[in-house]
C-alpha cells in the first residue's frame, strides 16, 4: 500500500456539500498541490482547492489527520466543498493529476482493516450501517463497528484455543496417575463450549436477519385471501382483490417491516391444477417464490380446511387461517397456527409474533449486532467441529481427534474477524462497498 488513493465519499448527485476524500503517503505533498499547504493535523481549515494550472476549483474546508491517527491509518486528507458533482470529479481529477489514483470499492476500509484499525466483522459493519434500512438495524450495525460481535467471537475462540492447548498438553506430557480425558473436566469444557457457540449462532443469526432482511411468500389456494392479508399486512390496496379464483398471475412483492426487520412479501398465485396458460405460468412462478422464501405465510379458508396438502417446503411455514370473521372463529395462535381476518385486521398482531418465532429473533434489542450470512456459516462450522470432537471424545476417548477439531473451530471463528483470510475472501468482501468508503 505505497500508492494513495482518492474519491469522492458522498453520494451521487447534487448536496450541499460534497466530500473528497485522499489516503496515502503523498497527502501532505497532495496537500501541498492542492491547498497550497497542509492543513495542521486534526485541525478544520478553510481550503481553496486549486488544479495544476493554479485555477481555483472550489473554496471549502480541509481535514488532515496524520498516521497512524486516521481511519485507514495512513496520511488522510478530507476535503468538505460544495456538492456539485461536476466540482468534485475536478478535485478528484486534480489529485490525480497530482499523483494519486481512484479508490478501488472499499479500498478505505480495506486499508483500516490491513492497518489493524479495524477488523473484518467492524469494516463488514461500515457497510451495514450505511445500508441500514431500519433504526434497528441502524443499531446493530453500530453495535458491531464497535466491537461488540467481535469481541464475543474472540472471546469464544480464546476459550477454544485453551482448551486446545489442555488437550494437547497433557498428550504430550502424560500424567502417569491421571488420566485427563476420564476425569470428566475436558468433557464438560467441551460441551461449555458447545453451548457458547451455539448461543453466538442464534445471537448471529438474528443479526444477519435484522441486517439482510427475510423473504416471506404468501401462497395457498386460490380464493384464501392471500391478496386481502398482502393488503393488509403492506397497508394499502397493492393487489386486486376480488371472488374471482385466479385474480393474481403474476408475483407482486413489498417491502414492509415486522418489529423493525425488513420483509421482502411477495403475493404469489393460488397453487391449483389449471388448463389456462397464464395462470400456469404464475403457479409455476408461485413455486419458485415458495422455494427462495425465508418464511411460508400458507393461507387457508377458515371456512373450508378440508384436503388441502401442506406447500411442498422446508422452511419455516405459518399456516393462516383467514376469514374468520365468516365463521364467528376467535383470533390468535397455537404454535405456528395463526387464526385471522384480513378484512377486519383482528388476528395481525399475533401473525407477528408467530413470524418472530419462526425467525428464532428472540433476543433482546440491546444483545442484537449486524451479522452476515459467512458470519452464520462460519459459527455454525465451528460448531460443527467441537460436536464432531465431542462425539470423538465420548466414543473412543481420542484426544488427539478433539484436539484436532478444536483447532478447525477456532480457525472458523478467526475468519470472522478476519485473523484468517485470503486475498478472495477480502476482494469479495470489499466489493460490494461504496467507491468512498
Not at 404468501?218 to 385466479?246: H, Y
Not at 426487520?261 to 397453487?271: E, F, R
Not at 377486519?344 to 449486532?369: K, P
Request: net charge negative; glycine share 8%.
Amino acid at each position: 500500500m505505497t500508492d494513495t488513493i482518492c474519491a469522492i465519499a458522498t453520494p451521487p448527485g447534487r448536496g450541499g456539500v460534497g466530500i473528497v476524500r485522499i489516503s496515502g503517503p503523498d497527502v501532505p505533498a497532495l496537500a501541498e498541490r492542492l491547498l497550497g499547504a497542509c492543513p495542521k493535523p486534526r485541525r478544520v481549515a478553510r481550503a481553496r482547492v486549486v488544479d495544476a494550472d493554479g485555477q481555483r476549483l472550489d473554496d471549502g474546508l480541509a481535514l488532515y489527520f496524520r498516521a497512524p491517527a486516521s481511519f485507514t491509518g495512513e496520511h488522510v486528507l478530507e476535503l468538505q466543498l460544495h456538492g456539485s458533482p461536476i466540482v468534485l470529479e475536478q478535485v478528484v481529477s486534480a489529485a490525480v493529476a497530482g499523483g494519486a489514483r481512484r479508490a478501488e470499492p472499499g479500498e478505505f476500509s480495506r486499508r483500516a482493516f490491513l492497518n489493524d484499525k479495524l477488523d473484518l466483522a467492524q469494516a463488514e459493519a461500515v457497510a451495514d450501517l450505511i445500508a441500514a434500512t431500519s433504526e434497528q438495524a441502524a443499531r446493530a450495525a453500530r453495535r458491531s463497528l464497535e466491537g461488540q460481535f467481535s469481541e464475543a467471537v474472540h472471546a469464544l475462540a480464546e476459550r477454544i484455543t485453551r482448551l486446545r492447548v489442555h488437550v494437547e498438553a497433557a498428550l504430550d506430557f502424560p500424567d502417569e496417575d491421571i488420566d485427563f480425558l476420564a476425569d470428566g473436566d475436558v468433557q464438560a469444557a467441551t460441551e461449555a463450549c458447545l453451548r457458547s457457540t451455539g448461543e453466538l449462532l442464534e445471537r448471529a443469526r438474528a443479526g444477519r436477519v435484522v441486517n439482510d432482511g427475510i423473504r416471506i411468500a404468501i401462497v395457498g389456494r386460490p380464493n384464501a385471501g392471500k391478496s386481502s392479508l398482502f393488503n393488509a399486512l403492506v397497508q394499502r390496496d397493492a393487489a386486486i382483490v376480488t371472488e374471482i379464483p385466479g385474480t393474481t398471475r403474476d408475483i407482486l412483492r413489498e417491502t414492509v417491516h415486522f418489529n423493525g426487520i425488513p420483509a421482502m412479501l411477495a403475493d404469489t398465485a393460488g397453487l391449483r391444477e389449471t388448463d389456462d396458460p397464464v395462470e400456469r405460468e404464475g403457479v409455476r412462478r408461485a413455486e419458485a417464490e415458495l422455494a427462495e422464501a425465508d418464511v411460508v405465510l400458507w393461507v387457508r379458508d377458515a371456512a373450508d380446511l378440508h384436503d388441502e396438502q401442506r406447500p411442498p417446503t422446508d422452511r419455516p411455514l405459518i399456516e393462516v387461517h383467514n376469514k374468520i370473521d365468516r365463521v364467528v372463529e376467535s383470533a390468535g395462535r397455537q404454535g405456528r397456527l395463526v387464526r385471522l381476518s384480513a378484512r377486519t385486521g383482528d388476528g395481525l398482531g399475533a401473525l407477528d409474533a408467530a413470524l418472530n418465532d419462526a425467525l428464532g429473533v428472540e433476543l433482546e434489542a440491546s444483545a442484537l449486532v449486524s451479522a452476515r450470512a459467512r458470519h452464520v456459516e462460519c459459527i455454525d462450522r465451528a460448531r460443527r467441529h467441537l460436536d464432531t470432537g465431542h462425539a470423538e471424545l465420548l466414543a473412543t476417548g481420542s484426544g488427539e481427534l478433539l484436539a484436532e477439531e478444536l483447532r478447525e473451530a477456532a480457525d472458523a471463528l478467526g475468519e470472522i474477524t478476519g485473523r484468517l483470510h485470503s486475498d478472495e475472501l477480502l476482494g469479495r468482501i470489499f466489493s460490494s462497498f461504496c467507491i468512498g468508503k
